[in-house]
């Protein structure tokens, strides 16, 4: 397994590299990226595990913006910032069971993290396309209040890992389309 792995991240590593082999420049299908900071504005949805008490924030439209910063090579230093404007229901325990009506409220699910970022082709688009995975963590909150029943979103701690493609047209890198999807693992209390 460990001989797997490390000949994965050679590969990785090595695909840069080996880019350009085989093609004069100006056929070639590999594009060199000319900036090192991007930021880009995020639109999308989160959807939210199924919850089997009814009370959590649900599954919601999300905005935000990430900021990423090429360190060296193919690696990066990426940043979220997110909104997802969720609703959760309040189910008051205090009633019997037949007179618990849940009650909507307002939810929306704030979250920000830190990322490494690996670009698939390095410093480079392959015909116009970036691929790239990301890791990292980050925190959670809610404006949520926490109610009756004990139900507490807190501030947790979360993990945060996913991967995408960038879109970069020929003759400028200044606009960029990317379809990304990540993961956000936490704790709910």
Known sequence: MKAFLCGVVTLLFALPVAAQVGHEPASSPYTDLEYKQEFTALFGYSRAQKDPAGVAPQSAPLVGLRYELNLVGPLA?????????????????T???????????????????????????????????????????????????????????GTPFAFTFGGGLKFVPGGSNRVQVRADFSERLFKLS
Not at 77 to 93: C, E, G, H, Q, Y
């Open 77 to 93: 230093l990426s940043s979220d910032v997110t909104a997802a404007f969720a609703k959760r229901d309040m189910i008051d325990p």
């Open 95 to 153: 009633k019997p069971a037949a007179q618990r009506i849940p009650v909507s409220e307002d939810a929306t699910v704030y979250a920000a993290d830190v990322a490494l970022a690996m670009n698939l082709t390095g410093r480079k688009s392959w015909h116009h396309i970036v691929p790239q995975v990301r890791g990292g963590v980050g925190i959670m909150a809610t404006s949520a209040q926490d109610d009756a029943s004990g139900v507490s979103f």
